[in-house]
């Protein structure tokens, strides 16, 4: 699959669950949370053991309009890069405007 068609993937399954959790689990949260402290918003692909960030924790923000994909990676196509979405920071309580 081309980059694009990873980001298209991404953000078509976007709205489908958006109602479905109206609270980030205590792993979305802590995810979310490290997002609002970089800037633009940008999360990390990596846990802070070094892990890398479950695909599904990943995919259930994008769904839940929590995040939203920033780029394509180059080197890793299949990683989706994500940044939060004024409904992140709103559901960490960060405010739309960041922190």
């Known amino acids: ?12 399954g976007q709205g489908a669950l958006a109602s479905a959790s ?7 949260r802590r995810w979310l949370l490290r997002g609002a402290a970089q800037p633009g918003g940008k999360l990390p692909l ?10 599904a924790t ?7 309009g929590w995040v ?12 989706l890069v994500c940044k ?3 409904a992140g920071r709103r559901v960490v309580g960060q405010g ?4």
């Open 58 to 64: 990943i995919r259930a923000c994008l769904a839940a």
């Open 22 to 28: 109206p609270k980030p689990t205590p792993v979305q």
């Open 1 to 12: 699959m081309t980059d694009d068609g990873h980001l298209a993937k991404a953000r078509k």
């Open 46 to 55: 990596f846990d802070a053991e070094g892990r890398e960030v479950p695909r």
């Open 68 to 79: 939203e994909p920033w780029f394509a990676n180059p080197v890793k196509p299949d990683w």
């Open 96 to 99: 739309a405007d960041g922190p």
């Open 84 to 86: 939060l979405t004024a």
